[in-house]
């Protein structure tokens, strides 16, 4: 499978982990995670496995001289995709307690015989976060009063009651660029994946705008399926690209021991 076609699995890939690091935020007395709790999904391209995703939060833990969330999110390709393009990156967030501000965000990403290790660390004091790629510093950036890394969005917006018809906007910023990626709650539906079933909520981000915070364009259609219940479970993921669907589909639901 060459040309066009290994463009958009590789493509596809990219955009499974950008229809994750979207969300919402409001602060909530109840916790709708566990310290601990690991859910695992299969990547899919049509009809092909493609590999595996793991969205993993615990905490509080000490980070610096703040109380934060640790969030981590990691994608893997398997052996059928590696072939194609190999992918092993790993995105780590440390984000303040009420989820409104990013304490510093790390990723390693390894696409096929290529390695970019990315540090964005936020200065509230100056209002600033500064992008790192290899060890080579970027010119700081001026932040808002609340911004969140695109990871760290996924579990504020767990945070936040969602019902059919409401609507969000979040500044989001992956260290070089600031976003806002409005996101609509569009319908509600029964759905079974491997991991979980049950009534869920429809979510479409407007990607529009996303350019500003992720990549240079945007153009592919996503939509996000969570559990409609306090938990807020992200269960389902599609995204469409010109030469195909890339689905990603809740297979696990964990918790550590102690939890």
């Known amino acids: 499978m060459k040309g066009p076609r290994r463009k958009a699995l590789s493509t596809g890939v990219l955009k499974i982990v950008g229809v ?3 969300g919402s935020g409001s602060l909530c007395a109840v916790e709708p995670f566990a310290s601990g709790e690991t859910l695992t999904y299969a990547l899919r391209w049509g009809p092909f496995k493609v590999g595996t995703a793991r969205l993993e939060v615990s905490g509080p833990v000490r980070f610096e001289q703040n109380d934060a969330y640790r969030c981590v999110f990691s ?16 995105y780590i967030s440390y984000v303040d307690l009420e989820f409104k501000r990013t304490l510093r965000f790390e990723k390693s990403e390894q696409h096929r015989s290529r390695s970019r290790i990315v540090t964005v660390d936020f200065d509230w004091t100056g209002r600033t976060s500064r992008f790192t790629l290899n ?3 970027h010119p700081p950036i001026a932040l808002p009063d609340s911004v969140l890394d695109p990871l760290a969005v996924i579990f504020a917006a767990r945070r936040k009651p969602l019902a059919v018809g409401g609507k969000w906007a979040f500044a989001v910023t992956n260290g070089k660029r600031l976003g806002e990626i409005p996101l609509r709650v ?19 981000p407007e990607m529009k705008d996303a350019s500003k915070a992720f990549s240079e ?8 399926w969570v559990s409609a219940d306090e938990r807020r479970i992200p269960m389902k993921a599609v995204c469409r690209v010109k030469y195909g669907k890339f689905r990603a589909e809740l297979i696990e639901v964990a918790t550590s021991v102690e939890d």
């Open 20 to 22: 994750f690091l979207l």
């Open 75 to 90: 994608i893997r390709t398997n052996g059928f995709a590696d072939a194609l393009y190999r992918v092993r990156d790993v």
């Open 135 to 137: 060890g080579k510093e």
């Open 186 to 204: 569009v319908a509600a539906e029964d759905l079974a994946t491997p991991g979980l079933r049950g009534a869920s909520l429809c979510l479409e």
């Open 217 to 224: 364009t945007s153009k592919s259609f996503l939509t996000v």
